[in-house]
């Protein structure tokens, strides 16, 4: 399952989370920053932790400095919320962290998953070492295929919650443990991420994951 869901996405992981208004010259507020820190053991270890809004770069695509945030989809019959944060380890490739969950609103909690074809499952990705300007690279990807993730509070434009679990490379082989994860982000509506495509204003790797959700 994960590497018929992620191999070919990952493959084209060109990551083009763009700008703070949308196409139609809507909403222009700065989107405020966001933070997502874990710890992790396994394969890999270490910690996590980043800060910071997004911004656009000129021609497309993000900045590559540390940012956070969540983004709310209304897709026709399921609502759901899609999280991206990265944290730059050189000056062309970071770390980057991806989620896609159900928006049942506060104290939800959400089973993490390879295979989310039941209610109430999330998805997340962990990607080590990536370019998000490359349709090809080195990185190392990790799916989370057990734990939980939980929506601590939704409230003036923002999102918090935990997250756990154990995350698997592609190939089932390499494990890591992830643990004592927070976020604390700006839940911006979909229409704020101009895209080409109006329906996918996101990240393809955020699209694919959000479009394997259980309809609810």
Same mark, same amino acid.
Request: negative net charge.
């Given at each position: 399952?994960?590497?018929?869901?992620?191999?070919?996405?990952?493959?084209?992981?060109?990551?083009?989370?763009?700008?703070?208004?949308?196409?139609?010259?809507?909403?222009?507020?700065?989107?405020?920053?966001? $933070?997502?820190?874990?710890?992790?053991?396994?394969?890999?270890?270490?910690?996590?932790?980043? $800060?910071?809004?997004?911004?656009?770069?000129?021609?497309?695509?993000?900045?590559?400095?540390?940012?956070?945030?969540?983004?709310?989809?209304?897709?026709?019959?399921?609502?759901?919320?899609?999280?991206?944060?990265?944290?730059?380890?050189?000056? +062309?490739?970071?770390?980057?962290?991806?989620?896609?969950?159900? +928006? +049942?609103?506060?104290?939800?909690?959400?089973?993490?998953?390879?295979?989310?074809?039941?209610?109430?499952?999330?998805?997340?990705?962990?990607?080590?070492?990536?370019?998000?300007?490359?349709?090809?690279?080195?990185?190392?990807?990790?799916?989370?295929?057990?734990?939980?993730?939980?929506?601590?509070?939704?409230?003036?434009?923002?999102?918090?919650?935990?997250? $756990?679990?154990?995350?698997?490379?592609?190939?089932?082989?390499?494990?890591?443990?992830?643990?004592?994860?927070?976020?604390?982000?700006?839940?911006?509506?979909?229409?704020?991420?101009?895209?080409?495509?109006?329906?996918?204003?996101?990240?393809?790797?955020?699209?694919?994951?959000?479009?394997?959700?259980?309809?609810?």
């Amino acid at each position: 399952m994960k590497t018929g869901l992620l191999a070919a996405t990952l493959a084209a992981a060109t990551v083009v989370l763009v700008g703070c208004k949308d196409s139609t010259g809507g909403d222009n507020t700065p989107i405020a920053a966001g $933070s997502l820190a874990f710890s992790y053991t396994g394969a890999r270890s270490g910690t996590y932790s980043t $800060s910071g809004a997004v911004a656009e770069r000129s021609g497309g695509g993000f900045v590559k400095q540390q940012f956070a945030t969540a983004v709310k989809f209304n897709d026709p019959g399921q609502s759901s919320i899609g999280v991206i944060s990265y944290f730059p380890v050189s000056t +062309s490739t970071g770390d980057e962290v991806i989620f896609a969950f159900p +928006s +049942s609103g506060v104290g939800q909690t959400s089973v993490l998953t390879d295979n989310c074809n039941t209610a109430g499952c999330a998805l997340g990705l962990i990607v080590f070492d990536t370019n998000p300007d490359l349709q090809e690279d080195s990185s190392e990807p990790f799916f989370l295929t057990t734990g939980t993730l939980q929506v601590s509070a939704i409230s003036g434009g923002r999102i918090t919650g935990t997250f $756990s679990g154990t995350a698997e490379d592609l190939a089932g082989v390499q494990t890591i443990t992830v643990t004592n994860g927070t976020f604390d982000l700006p839940l911006i509506d979909q229409s704020r991420f101009p895209s080409l495509d109006r329906s996918a204003p996101t990240t393809p790797i955020l699209q694919r994951l959000r479009g394997s959700l259980a309809p609810r």
